[in-house]
């Protein structure tokens, strides 16, 4: 389709779709802003936060965090004015603060048509796998699927960034209560964050059940990681993400 953007929650994704006959032009976020800094009184003094932890965090250097990041980002500030981007983005936290995020972004502009894709039909035991294991129909039928945003859903979308950003839990706590089509699970997804505050023994939920696990003799990661998912895949952390936390779990110890 002409002037159809698709914004993508990461590269597997881009790798998955290839060859489709809809998928053309895409944009990755590469991010995870679920973890690290959020704050800066500009957009600028935001990626300036997150180059220092990107690259403090995860050994990669600044250029290639602004090459790969930051500069795919910035393409939608020269996006066409009536555009139509598919938001391809999964229901977990991880995916859902992402996404939040560009629709902060993108609230100021009207004219851009907003879709949302949702990841293929699931059952309970892997409902928070998202796309990974999605088949080229069943992407296709996703794609086929998309639904439409409405200016208040993405009004509440920015308005989740900015109680997320500002750690303003009691507003954030209201917002998730807002029914909105484009939004699956909201409030049980943004519970999981507020579960992710410090509680017992300065631990939030993910590094309780990390503590827990570990607790069991387990000292293999893979299997750490894969225990974690089953308990918790509603965080939809990768395995960066899990390390970091178990990491400071196991001094604990």
């Not at 914004?7 to 679920?34: K, M, P």
């Not at 930051?70 to 992402?98: G, M, T």
Request: glycine share 6%; with cysteine; hydrophobic share 35%.
């Amino acid at each position: 389709m002409k002037n159809q953007l698709h914004l993508l929650n990461g590269d597997q994704l881009a790798y998955q779709l290839q060859g489709a006959s809809y998928f053309q032009t895409h944009l990755v976020f590469r991010e995870a802003l679920i973890v690290g800094p959020v704050t800066g009184n500009s957009l600028g003094e935001f990626w300036r936060l997150r180059t220092e932890f990107i690259t403090t965090s995860y050994g990669v250097t600044a250029e290639e965090y602004n090459q790969k990041t930051i500069l795919e980002i910035e393409r939608l500030h020269f996006l066409p004015e009536e555009v139509e981007i598919c938001l391809w983005f999964e229901d977990d936290l991880f995916c859902q603060v992402n996404l939040w995020f560009l629709l902060s972004m993108l609230a100021d502009k009207p004219k851009i048509r907003l879709f949302r894709v949702f990841p293929p039909t699931s059952t309970e035991e892997n409902r928070w796998d998202g796309f990974g294991q999605a088949t080229p129909d069943s992407l296709e039928n996703c794609y086929q699927a998309r639904f439409s945003l409405t200016t208040s859903d993405v009004a509440l979308g920015k308005a989740l960034w900015e109680a997320y950003r500002n750690q303003d839990w009691e507003e954030f706590k209201s917002l998730s209560r807002q029914p909105s089509p484009c939004f699956q699970s909201l409030e049980e997804v943004c519970q999981a964050q507020l579960d992710r505050l410090p509680r017992i023994n300065g631990l939030g939920k993910p590094e309780r059940i990390l503590y827990e696990i570990s607790a069991r003799g387990t000292s293999d990661f893979s299997l750490i990681f894969q225990e974690f998912n089953s308990q918790a895949g509603i965080y939809g952390f990768g395995d960066l993400q899990v390390k970091a936390q178990y990491d400071r779990v196991k001094t604990m110890r």
